[in-house]
């Protein structure tokens, strides 16, 4: 059984910094794509970033190019989710997602995936 746990929200003013954590454990990890997803309340589930476990490749949504940055530490079965220069418009819940399926072309559908952390909140005020 896939887990997937979020950790490293929190409360910050426009312009700082905050870490997301997401230890993964169930599966066997260097396949994967894995992706951070943000949901802001009414709205809908909002691709912001994926690595690829193997080699590294990591891709980013537009509103986020710049800010954020994706990695991982394959020997701790953890991505992290570095964000930098936080805007209002970043508040929304924040939530890793897995699935053996994805690939390059699909890591930004939220549909694809079947494995999902319970998420953190992120909170930005102006």
């Known amino acids: 059984q896939v887990q997937l746990v979020e950790s490293g929200g929190g409360s910050v003013q426009a312009g700082g910094s905050l870490r997301l954590s997401c230890a993964a454990s169930?599966?066997?990890?260097?396949?994967?794509?894995m992706a951070w997803f943000r949901q802001a309340p009414g709205k809908g589930r909002e691709a912001v970033a994926s690595i690829a476990n193997g080699d590294g490749r990591t891709y980013y949504a537009d509103s986020v190019k710049g800010r954020f940055t994706i990695s991982h530490d394959n020997a701790k079965n953890t991505v992290y989710l570095q964000m930098n220069g936080l805007k209002p418009e970043d508040t929304a819940m924040y939530y890793c997602?897995?699935?053996?399926?994805?690939?390059?072309?699909?890591?930004?559908?939220?549909?694809?995936?079947?494995?999902w952390g319970q998420g953190t909140q992120v909170t930005v005020s102006s």
């Open positions: 997602a897995e699935d053996p399926k994805i690939n390059e072309g699909s890591w930004s559908q939220s549909n694809e995936y079947n494995y």
């Open positions: 169930g599966y066997t990890y260097s396949s994967n794509y």
